[in-house]
């Protein structure tokens, strides 16, 4: 006998008759959203939302956020409420000092002293950090200075050049972390094979518009470093370069560790597959998955760099990009 249909499960409070959830979330994006599109809705425009979703055998949590944005219309009778995670906060405060000659400016703080106090700016206090080098920023005589910029992307001005990664989790902390968008040798979370019924597709492409394989760095005055290494994706003795310019790298050894880190993300064959699958709450960026497929080439060990979640009648779709 065939097996029953699995049913859909959610725990989302404050909707009527809901249509479709829709969460995307990516590695380098700045926040994840959900779309909740219902009938009606009993909530508000800065509200705390959280919830679970999944099959109602298998469930999570899948999203923590804020309500940010609520459209209704007719003759549809259709509400959609967008929600952003934590992050919103970060991307929505300006850093803007009441007096242009005080900005905000720390001097000799590690980095993941110096992400806190930026996020704290913003409200943002439920913080964790896991970074496997201390770096000193604001050594010079002026420390590192942020004014008229997002708290965002002051944070992400540090960890860019760092190449770690800052992101806000599904229980709505946020982390500052080295996660590196290709597998190396982290732990594998799911195994997927084509023969599997629950994937429904899958592609590869491979590219080197994303390859870089030459890093120049410009810090204050006098202060400069460059990366460079072959790559086999390249004519021999060709080079692509990328280049990072900010004022608060300020001497030389930082801006020799830009260059080396980002080097090394940058210098490698653009890989990326993209699949759909039966839904698994559990699947989410910045964790690793083994594929086996022959025909595309696909076959390895990916990282997950997006992952987008559509509940609706149809059932719960997923539909991934793999990095490597």
Request: charged share 20%; aromatic share 10%.
């Amino acid at each position: 006998m065939p097996s029953a249909p699995k049913v859909l499960y959610h725990n989302i409070a404050g909707v009527t008759n809901l249509k479709s959830i829709t969460i995307m979330e990516s590695y380098n994006a700045a926040m994840s959203t959900a779309v909740i599109d219902c009938e009606s809705t009993t909530l508000s425009l800065g509200d705390s939302i959280s919830f679970n979703a999944g099959f109602s055998t298998s469930y999570g949590k899948m999203f923590t956020g804020y309500v940010r944005k609520i459209e209704q219309s007719l003759p549809e009778y259709r509400t959609q409420v967008i929600c952003e995670d934590e992050l919103a906060k970060a991307t929505d405060y300006f850093m803007a000092s009441n007096d242009p000659e005080k900005p905000f400016e720390r001097k000799n703080i590690l980095t993941e002293n110096l992400i806190h106090d930026i996020l704290e700016q913003a409200q943002i206090t439920n913080y964790a950090y896991s970074v496997p080098l201390s770096v000193t920023w604001g050594t010079g005589s002026k420390g590192v200075q942020f004014n008229l910029t997002t708290a965002y992307m002051a944070a992400r001005t540090i960890s860019d050049a760092l190449a770690w990664s800052i992101y806000a989790d599904r229980n709505g902390q946020v982390h500052l972390a080295d996660v590196k968008p290709y597998w190396t040798a982290e732990s594998i979370d799911f195994n997927w094979d084509l023969n599997d019924q629950n994937i429904l597709s899958i592609s590869h492409e491979r590219s080197t518009e994303n390859l870089r394989n030459r890093v120049v760095v410009y810090g204050v005055t006098g202060v400069q470093a460059q990366a460079s290494a072959s790559s086999s994706y390249l004519p021999a003795g060709f080079y692509k370069t990328a280049v990072i310019a900010s004022q608060i790298i300020d001497n030389n050894t930082l801006a020799q560790q830009t260059a080396d880190l980002n080097l090394t993300r940058f210098n490698r064959l653009t890989e990326k597959a993209m699949m759909a699958i039966e839904g698994d709450y559990t699947v989410e960026p910045r964790k690793f998955a083994t594929v086996t497929e022959s025909y595309t080439g696909i076959s390895g060990n990916w990282f997950i760099y997006q992952v987008e979640s559509k509940f609706d009648s149809s059932g719960f779709i997923q539909r991934i990009v793999l990095t490597k």
